[in-house]
C-alpha cells in the first residue's frame, strides 16, 4: 500500500512490489507512468489525489469500495481519520460496515484502530520525494479471510 508518489517512484521499493499480489495506491500519483509501471509488478487498485490532472481522474475514481478476501475496504484520498473523518466518507464506511479504510494525502504514515466503527484506518505516508515526509513509506501485509497479517511498515530516507 502507497500513497503520494508525487510524480516519483523509487526504485528502491521495487523488491516489495515484486512479490506482492496487489498494489493499492491511495492518490496524489502525479502521472499515468507511475501507475503503469506498478501495474507491471502486480495488480492495481488506486484512486486520484487532489494534485492528479484530468488524464489521472478519467482512470481511477476519488472513491474505491471493494472487498478483499472477506474485508470490506474503502480507499480514498482526503478521508479524514477516527474522530475526524470526511463529512462524504462517514456515511459509507457506516453504510458498508468498513473493515479497512485508507487514505493518503497527509505525508504522515497512520495505524489507527477504531473502535467507535470497528474499523482499520491505514495511511501509508508518502513514497514520493515532495512533500513534509522525511522519511518514504509504505505498508506491506497479507490478508487471510477476515484477517489482516504480518503488517510491515517499510521506509526508506526522502534524500536516499
Known amino acids: 500500500m502507497i500513497s503520494d508518489t508525487h510524480h516519483f517512484l523509487d526504485k528502491h521499493f521495487f523488491k516489495y512490489f515484486s512479490n506482492a499480489d496487489e498494489i493499492w495506491h491511495a ?4 502521472n499515468l507512468t507511475i501507475t503503469d509501471k506498478l501495474k507491471e509488478f502486480a495488480i492495481l487498485r488506486a484512486v486520484y489525489g487532489n494534485i492528479d490532472n484530468s488524464i ?3 482512470e481511477f475514481s476519488d472513491t474505491l469500495y471493494f472487498k478483499c478476501e472477506d474485508i470490506n475496504v474503502l ?18 464506511i457506516k453504510e458498508k ?13 497512520k ?8 474499523l482499520l484506518h491505514l495511511n501509508p ?8 515526509h522525511q522519511v518514504k513509506t509504505l505498508i506491506k501485509f497479507d490478508v487471510e ?6 503488517l510491515k511498515i517499510i521506509e526508506i530516507p526522502k534524500k536516499y
Open 27 to 30: 492518490g496524489d500519483i502525479g
Open 56 to 58: 489521472i481522474r478519467s
Open 75 to 92: 480507499m480514498t484520498h482526503i478521508g479524514g481519520y477516527p474522530g475526524n473523518y470526511n463529512k462524504n466518507i462517514l456515511p459509507i
Open 97 to 109: 460496515k468498513i473493515d479497512l479504510f485508507i487514505c493518503g494525502h497527509s505525508h504522515i504514515l
Open 111 to 118: 495505524i489507527i484502530h477504531d473502535k467507535k466503527y470497528n
Open 125 to 132: 505516508g508518502a513514497l514520493g520525494n515532495f512533500g513534509i
Open 145 to 150: 479471510k477476515k484477517n489482516i497479517k504480518n
